[in-house]
């Protein structure tokens, strides 16, 4: 239930076209709707501006399925994360419009033509070390994207050679808000951090060796970076960033 939806009952009952009863029957989905395996959150478009976004990992693929069709009769589009090709296949069968972004492990449905940003609108950089950070970046890139933001990418422009990080310096400077990715030590958000006069939204990856330690030695060094203007995601956390960067650049 969104604001435009909540708008048009509350005028078909001023009007007369539905009752009171009928209406009463509609709202009885707000602010959850209990599915029996999950109880969809229908109220958040309403309160957030965007509706509840699934999180298909460790779910069926009928039930992230059966989840996305709820929430895209309620909405009229849905954000999936974590999307596995078997779950991408299971939604897509129930689901008419969904689009599946392998890279970025992500299944977006949109039933009305998503406005495109314009070339002169404030963007959003998504930065990443190597080419192995990528689908997190990506996730990054795409969630801001379905959100609304335009979104620019530099891939694989790590401290290993920073040649490549200055040849990308205009468009590090001309961004309104950036996301950089990285794993191994993480050094890049402080490096990027201390180029630019705008907010940076670092985010460790799990990339790396053994003393890596999943990504907790990335994810200390972004949280003792001495760059100014940096906040820190959840290892991998992809979504999180391209999300919160959204905000940051409306």
């Given at each position: ?11 078909d009952v001023q009007s ?99 406005a495109k940003p314009k ?59 950036l996301v950089v990715v ?69």
């Amino acid at each position: 239930m969104d604001a435009e939806r909540l708008k048009k009952l509350l005028e078909d009952v001023q009007s007369g076209h539905i009752s009171v009863e009928n209406a009463i029957e509609a709202l009885k989905v707000m602010p959850y709707e209990d599915i029996g395996f999950a109880k969809l959150d229908t109220h958040r478009h309403l309160r957030t501006g965007f509706p509840e976004v699934v999180f298909c990992q460790n779910k069926t693929p009928e039930q992230a399925a059966d989840i996305v069709k709820a929430i895209v009769k309620r909405s009229g589009k849905v954000l999936a994360t974590r999307v596995s090709p078997e779950t991408a296949e299971a939604i897509k069968s129930k689901v008419k419009n969904a689009v599946y972004h392998e890279t970025a492990r992500i299944i977006s449905v949109e039933k009305t033509k998503r406005a495109k940003p314009k070339h002169g609108d404030k963007y959003i950089l998504v930065v990443c070390a190597g080419t192995a950070d990528i689908p997190i970046a990506e996730e990054a890139a795409v969630t801001a994207e379905i959100l609304g933001s335009r979104v620019e990418r530099a891939y694989d422009i790590g401290v290993a050679g920073l040649h490549r990080l200055l040849d990308q310096k205009e468009k590090l400077l001309a961004a309104n808000v950036l996301v950089v990715v990285a794993g191994m030590e993480g050094a890049l958000a402080s490096v990027v951090g201390g180029m630019v006069s705008k907010p940076v939204i670092a985010v460790p990856t799990s990339v790396g060796y053994g003393a890596s330690f999943g990504g907790l030695a990335a994810l200390l060094a972004m949280l003792n970076s001495c760059a100014a203007g940096v906040a820190v995601t959840n290892i991998d956390n992809g979504f999180g960033a391209g999300y919160f960067a959204h905000l940051v650049n409306k």
